[in-house]
């Protein structure tokens, strides 16, 4: 086992191949490892430690300190120890993936002492293992190889403060090598291709090698200690997502010390709820259930046939990772009680039992009066479907029917767990007419396009009214929120569901990663709804009488919004149609527009 040959001479930035001039850019996705369970097979690979802590990006910028969490978070004051020690890294400006570690007494990195150390401006403890180079003076690195990332990181770091631990990569037989790793000890080995660039988001070029089973898992409940005082907690349970339902996956006994006990009991206090999230019901008279919004890192030893989680093990709430306070999607029935509906079950995402259809007839009629407007907003850009075949409706998922027209476009895709997808898309009326000869009734697109999927090019804030709520309140808090948006300058345009609310749908400038669409979108919903809580949420699970959600959630990879002209499942076929803010202050009504009348008004198009 030798370390990778680094070439000696240090030759300037400028003539690494593939180095590319241009400004710092902000925050970028990072490469994410697949998982395997063995090294991968062949030559050209080298082996990283895998260190058990937080993925922490760094960004120096003329003197200026930026850390970034995982999904993008800024988290520099928790990183305050490593944001201290980067003024001393000999750059003018350069971005540095790594991992945020606290060594344990056995001299191995500890994810519990490390959350202990967060925020601590001046501790000692905190280590930042820097293992690629992103950019530094001027050039983007991405592009480059893995070897002249790496050559320049290690030159880099080679009079850097003892926070920074340049990863050393390995060159070994994977079997060999991954062996030993667990021999020691460690939580694991990163296996990283030579030759290649770096590429944000789930990648193949790197595979993470765990030598202990460990994941995030949503916690759906606790059990509290009897006669504890202060009040803390005796075990978990956790859930996971199966089929797009949130299901049991067992307890978590064991993990615990005084102080996470207490510290998780209070953490889990302000969500506790009356009922399970779950959307299988189990019998749990001990649970105190919780709503599904905290994420616990859990190491285990195996799963059980049923897909319990055995020796399950406590690791530490995971901060760094971006939870969505929503619950799962009621989905179809379990196959025991599946009910012969003529569609697989693999395709059925979410039943529509209560959804009302037009023929295939009407809705090509339909097409065809507007597919012109229609296309600007939605032609070009993936798709979600909610289909109507052998009288059910469903929102669609997994494989794609056989027969699908020519005109509809496919357009494969990395899924973030891993795995190849599917996506469909149409940039005529052919391509809407096709949609239409396999069922598809409503269209819901991506907030970006096919040609840069990872990206998003616009927002949108749902206006979704709780009961009793009357619609002139939604219409002033769509007319409230169009002066902040403007505020960022952003752009807003108004769009009628369908519904009983409104979206509010803004083009980005520039088009950016989705987690950071997700964050802008998060943030402004968040000092919008600072002005009344009374009057506003941001949760979807919140009390809903009488308030308006700013739903936020339709930003992000993959999730949409009902996409602008396409029809509603819905009696009497109202469409989600675009209109001028004249129109919103006169009154217009939320279901202004059906397929029969979808030009009442004069429409917006977008920008």
Not at 262 to 276: A, H, K, Q, W
Not at 293 to 322: H, M
Not at 470 to 499: F, H, I, M, N, S
Request: net charge positive.
């Amino acid at each position: 086992m030798c370390a990778v040959a680094l070439r000696q001479s240090r030759s300037e930035v400028s003539r690494v191949t593939a180095a590319r001039k241009t400004a710092i850019p902000g925050y970028i996705e990072p490469c994410d490892p697949t998982l395997r369970e063995k090294p991968p097979p062949g030559e050209g690979w080298v082996y990283e430690i895998k260190a058990d802590g937080y993925r922490a990006q760094l960004h120096l910028h003329d003197g200026d300190i930026t850390v970034y969490s995982r999904t993008g978070l800024d988290w520099t004051e928790q990183f305050s120890s490593i944001a201290a020690s980067a003024h001393k890294v000999n750059a003018k400006s350069a971005i540095i993936d790594g991992e945020a570690v606290v060594y344990g007494s056995g001299g191995l990195p500890d994810f519990q002492r490390l959350r202990r150390e967060l925020g601590r401006k001046q501790s000692e403890r905190v280590r930042y293992h820097a293992f690629d180079l992103l950019y530094l003076d001027g050039y983007d690195l991405r592009g480059a190889a893995y070897e002249d990332r790496k050559r320049l990181l290690q030159q880099l770091l080679a009079n850097a403060p003892e926070t920074f631990v340049y990863v050393e990569a390995l060159e070994a037989d994977g079997d060999e090598i991954f062996a030993k790793a667990c021999q020691l000890g460690l939580e694991g080995l990163v296996a990283k291709r030579l030759g290649r660039p770096y590429r944000s988001g789930r990648q193949e070029t790197w595979i993470k090698l765990k030598c202990k089973k460990s994941e995030t898992f949503p916690i759906v409940a606790f059990v509290e200690k009897l006669g504890a005082h202060p009040r803390k907690i005796a075990s978990l349970y956790v859930g996971r997502h199966k089929d797009g339902k949130l299901v049991y996956a067992g307890k978590v006994r064991t993990g615990y010390t005084e102080t996470t006990a207490r510290e998780l009991r209070e953490r889990l206090d302000p969500l506790i709820r009356r009922t399970s999230p779950l959307d299988v019901r189990i019998r749990k008279p001990k649970a105190t259930w919780v709503e599904p919004a905290v994420e616990a890192e859990v190491e285990y030893g195996a799963l059980t046939d049923d897909g319990l989680l055995r020796e399950a093990v406590f690791k530490g709430l995971r901060g760094d990772l971006a939870v969505r306070t929503v619950k799962a999607p009621r989905s179809a029935p379990s196959s025991a009680g599946w009910p012969k509906l003529g569609v697989p079950k693999e395709n059925i995402l979410q039943l529509l039992p209560d959804a009302v259809v037009p023929s295939k007839e009407e809705l090509a009629n339909y097409w065809r009066r507007v597919w012109n407007k229609a296309l600007p907003h939605l032609g070009h850009r993936p798709l979600k479907l909610v289909r109507h075949v052998h009288g059910t409706t469903f929102y669609h998922k997994g494989p794609l029917p056989k027969d699908v027209p020519e005109a509809v476009h496919q357009l494969r895709i990395q899924k973030r767990d891993g795995g190849q997808g599917t996506r469909l898309w149409v940039d005529s009326l052919d391509g809407l007419l096709g949609l239409v000869r396999i069922g598809t009734v409503e269209l819901h697109p991506w907030n970006s396009t096919v040609e840069d999927f990872e990206h998003a090019d616009r927002i949108v804030i749902d206006l979704d009214p709780g009961e009793g709520v009357e619609w002139q309140e939604v219409a002033d808090t769509a007319l409230e929120l169009r002066a902040l948006l403007k505020r960022e300058g952003l752009d807003p345009w108004p769009k009628l569901t369908g519904g009983k609310g409104v979206h509010l749908m803004a083009p980005l400038d520039e088009p950016m990663l989705h987690d950071r669409a997700h964050r802008i979108t998060r943030g402004l919903c968040s000092e919008f709804a600072a002005r009344n809580p009374d009057r506003y949420i941001l949760s979807a699970q919140a009390r809903r009488a009488r308030r308006i959600f700013l739903d936020y959630l339709r930003n992000g990879r993959g999730t949409t919004a009902v996409g602008t002209y396409s029809p509603r499942a819905r009696e009497g076929f109202p469409i989600a149609a675009p209109v001028s803010w004249a129109s919103l202050e006169k009154g217009i009504r939320p279901d202004a527009f059906t397929m029969d009348s979808p030009f009442r008004v004069k429409q917006r198009r977008p920008p």
